[in-house]
């Protein structure tokens, strides 16, 4: 069986996401590893399987049209293996759908530049160019 936990990202996870930040080519030099923590943005948690953490997780207001944008640092292939992180996303992010659609959220936006990331999000979960690196999921219905 593969379980996930939604678990609140504390202090004692800053060694773990500086060191994630460092190793990832996409975040290593704009980020600081507090903005992570629980607390900060409308949600913020540890994304853990039954081994442990495999990403960190921050959702923003987005704009007034009701989209909130959904940011992930994500462990280095070295300490996570692709294949857990995969098998969590396809577990977490129905679940960040339904909290953002609690929230009347309209829309889950993205921003990424990492081809499989993209390839991956559209397919499984049917998200779309919005232009400007963003992709976007629409919440509302028939749309």
């Known amino acids: 069986m593969f379980n996930i936990k939604l678990v609140p990202s504390v202090e004692q996870d800053i060694e ?4 994630w930040i460092k190793a990832d080519p ?4 704009c980020l600081n590893p507090q903005w992570w ?3 900060n943005g ?6 853990q399987d039954d081994i442990g953490p495999v ?3 921050r959702l923003d207001a987005e704009d007034l049209e009701g989209l909130i944008r959904l ?12 294949l857990r992180l995969i098998k969590a ?9 339904e909290f953002c659609k609690q ?3 309209n829309g889950i936006v993205f921003q990424s530049v990492n081809p499989l990331l993209i390839d991956f999000m559209k397919r499984k979960f049917g998200f779309q160019p919005a232009g400007d690196d963003d992709y976007i999921l629409s919440l509302k219905v028939g749309v």
């Open 103 to 105: 929230r009347g959220g």
């Open 37 to 39: 923590l629980t607390g």
């Open 16 to 19: 773990r996401l500086s060191r």
């Open 55 to 57: 990403a960190y997780v």
């Open 89 to 97: 996303m396809l577990k977490c992010v129905p679940i960040v759908q």
């Open 42 to 47: 409308i949600l913020c948690f540890c994304l």
């Open 26 to 29: 996409y975040h290593k030099d």
């Open 71 to 82: 940011h992930t640092q994500f462990a280095p292939r070295d300490e996570v293996l692709k």
